[in-house]
């Protein structure tokens, strides 16, 4: 067993707070999430300047990830070294992957050719940098597929012990308990794209074949980056090549050190060759040397930028029926500023509540892929919950009081009266009346004299929708006895206003008795 | 016995049920304990000792399950839910007759985590031996025949189901479409499946599961109720105090009598109507013994 090095140790910290603020991004019965896995997000440079691109503002969330490219421009790449999950990962595994010759396409430019396109339509609006950025993918890969494939299959087995043993199993709740409070997902929901989202974060693992962090050094756009800064650092290892009678460093270096001189924009600053060097003889020091060669030819960069300008502009295409049902997160007031910010991260979708939140397939054409919509049929808004607007690590969910979220409107409900029971056959139900979490009540009803099928009076009755105070939430659509389709659904909205402060029908008297003082 | 002699028992016997010993049945009726008072604790202990005390329905070893009403994201004083403090007097009542285990849970409608948290009942009961607040298990559903007229089966939870002493703890409200929400409508937190279709023929349903499912004591928590945009409120202006707490065997008297405190007459609610018609209770107040406290 070699001696860790202090970057394996930093890196085997980071992981471990990966994970445990990822299982922290659930409701725990406090209102405020006081910890939560975007800090990783926040403290993502990439995230930072295309959030700032896109946005064409200072959005004061991203300032972490600013200070780490910043930091960067110091100390190389020392977020891919020591501190990024997903190259920690890789690191892990790397030994158990059997190594071989990567093709020419790989080791060629097309780090550029992904990074810059992707810069390019941050600055034409377009901000899909989250879906290659190594933090989404290993995020989205275990928030979509592996911890509900966890929580479905060990649930599934408590479930089925309840089968054999029965009551009997109580004994051993406890031990359940407490890996299902902190451990496993509160509802294993499925999610479109699940598999997709796992097969994108094993084709990074499965790069390890090509050689050492793969990904990280040929393909990455957040190291990319960050080796764009580096190229600037002051910090560098001397001597800067390998001595050609020992080579050790060399083959320890995960970053390959296979064109015989140090790369800067590649080094991950993990000092591996200086814990392996026999002689002392490497060592990283301060110290004024300037990179010779170009960065990238002229028309790798503007072609680079040019296919973002077309990236942002050729996928806009969206399905208007589709549009229709497109609800966001409460609180994203327009489209194009919303698709500015997401990261597609998943984070929002991971905390929702009442797992109403879900990857967009094609609901918003190929530019929203993986940006969170809501499903009112699969869950619904919660009424005091805030925490969606509390995860997004760039704001696109804004975090506001339960005061104001509440009062932000997602869509509006109609009624589809060929469903609903009332008018399509004639009988009471008001489930969505008394679910409705608006006090004044945004869905009402009326009792009306109707002639039923066979010619009968009946009294049934009837609901409606105020609009003024419907806020979307779509807990109506979720609850609608109706299988399949719901006999009410909301609709999207172009005009998000929210609903008024004190709202209409609010008869609010003044001084009106507070019974409990 | 012989085929003529068994007809004529039966018939005679069925006569003389119709006309004489329902009567004598009825003339003892029910007994429904009123509590009035601001401590919520002490009133709820009053009303369960009016009848008999806890000693009566809890015997030691029993498993106990109280079921209160906490199905909304609502804290307590909107009224929504069961208050937490009578809960816990139960509880503690139950504990006190020697019940091994005391079980509290709820269907809820909103998400479980925060209608457990938002209700209080969750943090009343917390760290108090004997007791489970947990969250329902699906697996843990069982299909009972009910043989109704609107439900011929539905899926009950197991855990109310094998319970030796099922005590309903439901708060008197406003309801949208049943009027009131009290006893009987509350046993919808021990039903599994779409409860939501039920509530084409609501009333005939709930009478349904009652008649088959039975309830050893319901105690109504009257000690401010929802007047208003029930069952879920939100609005405080809706709540009016009443301090008080009905106790009975009779599920449907409980209602009818709480039906009262919210001044309206126990004929105007279906539920009850339709139980008392099926012999499940009695409603009528006068055949009902109230003892105040």
Aim: proline share 6%; glycine share 8%; net charge positive.
């Amino acid at each position: 067993m070699k001696k860790p090095t202090p970057a394996r140790i930093s890196q085997l910290i980071f992981l471990a707070l990966f994970l445990v603020l990822f299982l922290m991004t659930e409701y725990r019965g406090s209102d405020r999430i006081v910890a939560a896995v975007n800090g990783f997000f926040r403290a993502n440079p990439l995230t930072a300047v295309t959030t700032l691109l896109a946005a064409k503002g200072y959005v004061p969330l991203v300032l972490p990830g600013l200070l780490v490219l910043l930091f960067s421009l110091f100390l190389g790449r020392f977020f891919c070294g020591w501190l990024c999950p997903l190259g920690t990962v890789l690191d892990l595994v790397t030994g158990r992957i059997g190594k071989t010759v990567p093709p020419s396409w790989l080791t060629g430019r097309v780090k550029f050719w992904l990074l810059l396109p992707l810069l390019g339509a941050a600055l034409f609006n377009l901000n899909i940098a989250g879906l290659f950025d190594p933090i989404a993918i290993l995020l989205r890969g275990l928030t979509f597929c592996l911890h509900p494939l966890v929580g479905d299959t060990v649930r599934g087995g408590w479930r089925g012990l309840y089968g054999i043993m029965g009551e009997g199993r109580d004994l051993l709740a406890p031990g359940f308990r407490l890996v299902n409070d902190y451990l496993l997902p509160f509802r294993e929901a499925l999610y479109p794209l699940a598999f997709a989202s796992l097969l994108l974060l094993v084709l990074v693992i499965c790069l390890e074949r090509f050689g050492e962090r793969t990904w990280c050094r040929r393909l990455c756009p957040l190291g990319t980056l960050l080796g764009m800064a580096a190229r600037f650092s002051p910090l560098v290892r001397t001597p800067d090549a390998p001595c050609s009678s020992c080579r050790r460093c060399a083959a320890a270096c995960p970053s390959g050190f296979d064109r015989e001189l140090m790369q800067k924009e590649e080094c991950l600053a993990c000092m591996a060759c200086v814990a392996t060097c026999p002689t002392g003889k490497v060592g990283f020091s301060f110290g004024l040397r300037s990179e010779e060669k170009p960065l990238m030819e002229r028309r790798v960069l503007l072609g680079g930028l040019l296919s973002g300008f077309f990236l942002a502009r050729l996928f806009r295409f969206r399905d208007p029926a589709a549009r229709a049902h497109l609800l966001r997160p409460p609180g994203v007031r327009t489209e194009e500023e919303f698709l500015h910010r997401c990261v597609r991260c998943g984070e929002c979708m991971k905390v929702c509540l009442r797992s109403a939140l879900y990857p967009a397939l094609a609901q918003a054409g190929v530019e929203g892929l993986y940006t969170p919509v809501l499903i009112p049929r699969l869950g619904y808004c919660e009424y005091n919950c805030t925490l969606c607007g509390q995860v997004c690590p760039t704001a696109a969910i804004p975090d506001l009081p339960p005061d104001l979220k509440k009062r932000e409107v997602i869509g509006k409900a109609v009624f589809d009266k060929n469903h609903c029971l009332p008018y399509a056959k004639r009988v009471d139900c008001i489930v969505c009346e008394e679910h409705c979490p608006i006090p004044q009540k945004a869905i009402r009803s009326e009792t009306v004299v109707m002639s039923g099928f066979r010619g009968e009076k009946l009294s049934v009755k009837a609901p409606y929708v105020v609009d003024e105070l419907c806020n979307g939430c779509g807990i109506c659509e979720n609850v609608c006895p109706l299988e399949g389709k719901a006999g009410i659904e909301v609709f999207a909205l172009r005009d998000r206003a929210p609903l008024p402060a004190a709202l209409p029908g609010d008869t609010a008297v003044p001084g009106a008795e507070d019974p409990y003082r | 016995m012989h085929r003529r002699s068994f007809l004529k028992l039966a018939g005679l016997s069925s006569l003389f049920w119709s006309t004489m010993l329902r009567d004598l049945c009825a003339a003892q009726g029910p007994t429904v304990a009123v509590a009035e008072g601001t401590d919520h604790g002490r009133i709820t202990r009053s009303a369960i000792n009016a009848l008999g005390g806890m000693k009566r329905f809890v015997k030691p070893g029993n498993t106990v399950v109280v079921k209160p009403n906490m199905g909304w994201d609502r804290t307590p004083e909107l009224a929504a839910n069961t208050s937490p403090l009578v809960v816990r007097t139960i509880v503690e009542e139950c504990l006190q007759a020697g019940a091994r285990k005391v079980k509290v849970f709820d269907r809820t409608c909103n998400d479980q985590r925060r209608c457990y948290q938002s209700s209080g009942i969750e943090a009343a009961l917390k760290g108090m031996k004997n007791v489970e607040v947990k969250h329902l298990e699906e697996e843990r559903y069982r299909n009972v025949a009910l043989r109704g007229k609107a439900l011929s089966e539905w899926e009950l939870y197991g855990e109310a189901l094998s319970a030796d002493v099922f005590i309903n703890v439901p708060v008197l409200k406003h309801h949208g479409l049943s009027k009131l929400t009290i006893g009987m409508k509350n046993i919808m937190g021990i039903m599994g499946g779409n409860r939501g279709s039920i509530h084409k023929q609501l009333a005939v349903a709930l009478a349904d599961v009652n008649a088959v499912f039975k309830t050893h004591l319901t105690v109504v928590d009257a000690t401010r109720i929802l007047t208003a945009h029930g069952p879920q409120g939100g609005d405080i202006r809706d709540v009016k105090v009443l301090n008080k707490v009905v106790a009975s065997t009779d599920i449907v008297a409980a209602d009818a009598i709480a039906t009262t405190l919210f001044g309206l007459r126990p004929e105007e609610i279906a539920v009850t109507v339709e139980a008392h018609r099926r012999g499940l209770g009695e409603m009528r107040p006068d055949r009902i013994k109230v003892i105040r406290v």
